[in-house]
C-alpha cells in the first residue's frame, strides 16, 4: 500500500527597505511579469508557488512586506510561523544594504523562532542590470558569511537569476520543517515514555496509592527495595 505524502506549505517574508525591488523580485518569480512602474507596497502583499523539492511538492506563501516604518507594526502577526526569510536589498544603494542588520534583528525581534541562531536567511542582491552599483559582491559575501547567511544577486528587470534564491529558501524552509517535526516527534516519545514509566511505577503492588483500599500507608522499606 503507498501513502501519499500530505502537502508542505512554506511561509517564506521578504523584507528589506522601501523601493529595493521586493515586489518585483516576487512577481517576476510568480508571474513572470515585471512592470517598471513603481508603486510602494501598502501593508503586505501575498503570492502563492507551487514547486517540488527532493521529490517532495511545497506551496510557498510568499509575503511580501512593506519597507516603510508605518507599517513595522505588522510584523508580530506576518513574521510568526515564518520557515525563511529573504533580505532584500538594491545593489546601487549602500544605503539598503546597510539597514539589513536592523530588518534582520527586527525579524528575529518579532518572529521569536525557536532556534534563532539557525532560522535560515537568503540575502538577495538586486538591480544588478544598472551601473552605478554601489555595493560590490564581495561585500555582500563577507556579510553573508559574519551571519551564517547564503547570498544571491540579480536582476528582476532582466529576469536573471531570480529563481535561484527561492527554490534555496524552500529547501531551507523544508529542512526547518523536518527538523521541527523531528523535535516535536522526539519530545512525544519523551512524554509517553515518562506516562509509561510512571504507570508501571503505580501498577506495581510494593507501591500502595493514597487511594488504594488496600493500604494508606507508604512503606519505605518497600520503595527502597
Not at 512577481?27 to 503586505?44: D, K, L, P, W
Not at 554601489?134 to 536582476?155: D, H, N, P, T
Not at 531570480?162 to 512525544?188: D, M, N, Y
Request: proline share 3%; net charge neutral.
Amino acid at each position: 500500500m503507498s501513502f501519499k505524502k500530505e502537502p508542505v506549505t512554506l511561509k517564506i517574508i521578504l523584507i528589506g527597505d522601501s523601493g529595493v525591488g521586493k515586489s518585483s523580485v516576487m512577481n517576476r518569480y510568480v508571474n513572470h511579469r515585471f512592470t517598471n512602474m513603481y508603486r510602494a507596497t501598502i501593508g503586505t502583499d501575498f503570492l502563492s508557488k507551487t514547486v517540488t523539492i527532493d521529490k517532495d511538492t511545497v506551496t510557498l506563501q510568499i509575503w511580501d512586506t512593506a519597507g516603510s516604518e508605518r507599517f513595522q507594526s505588522l510584523g508580530p502577526l506576518l513574521y510568526r510561523e515564518a520557515h525563511c526569510c529573504m533580505l532584500v536589498f538594491d545593489v546601487t544603494s549602500k544605503a539598503s544594504f546597510s539597514a539589513l542588520d536592523v530588518w534582520r534583528k527586527e525579524f528575529l525581534f518579532q518572529a521569536e523562532p525557536q532556534d534563532p541562531a539557525d532560522f535560515p536567511f537568503i540575502v538577495v542582491g538586486n538591480k544588478t542590470d544598472l551601473s552605478d552599483r554601489e555595493v560590490s559582491r564581495g561585500k555582500a559575501l563577507q556579510w553573508c558569511e559574519e551571519i551564517g547567511a547564503e547570498y544571491f544577486e540579480g536582476s528582476a528587470k532582466e529576469d536573471l537569476d531570480v529563481e535561484k534564491p527561492f527554490l534555496r529558501a524552500a529547501l531551507s524552509g523544508l529542512r526547518q520543517v523536518i527538523t521541527s517535526a523531528s523535535l516535536h516527534l522526539r519530545e512525544k516519545r519523551h512524554q509517553d515514555l515518562s506516562l509509561c514509566l510512571t504507570c508501571l511505577f503505580f501498577d506495581d503492588k510494593r507501591y500502595i496509592t493514597p487511594y488504594s483500599t488496600k493500604n494508606t500507608h507508604w512503606k519505605i522499606q518497600d520503595i527502597s527495595r
